[in-house]
């Protein structure tokens, strides 16, 4: 999958939104409670629904969060691959269209 860094960063703040809600209603980190959810630990019952969106919106955010992480980690090592030993430069790369 290919995606651009505003796609990844929008992803991750839906997800992160969703997860928060769910955090908020259940008392629960999202990392505690995907843990139980791995390991079959929760009784699902009437929560069922809840639990399989939880954990859905929860692998969204790691897998944005590892996407971003990849891009940052790849970045970096082209600043520092351009400056040479020197200071590093670190300039937005917002993309821009020229307006007539």
Do not use: C
Request: hydrophobic share 40%.
């Amino acid at each position: 999958m290919e995606a651009t860094i505003i796609e990844i960063l929008d992803d991750l703040r839906a997800a992160d939104e969703i997860t928060r809600r769910f955090e908020r209603r259940y008392w629960l980190s999202s990392a505690d409670f995907y843990a139980l959810y791995q390991k079959g630990e929760l009784d699902d019952g009437e929560n069922l629904r809840d639990f399989t969106q939880w954990a859905g919106y929860y692998e969204i955010k790691l897998a944005r969060e590892a996407a971003l992480n990849k891009l940052s980690h790849a970045r970096l090592q082209e600043m520092r691959s351009k400056a040479g030993g020197e200071a590093l430069e670190l300039r937005p790369l917002e993309p821009m269209l020229k307006v007539a």
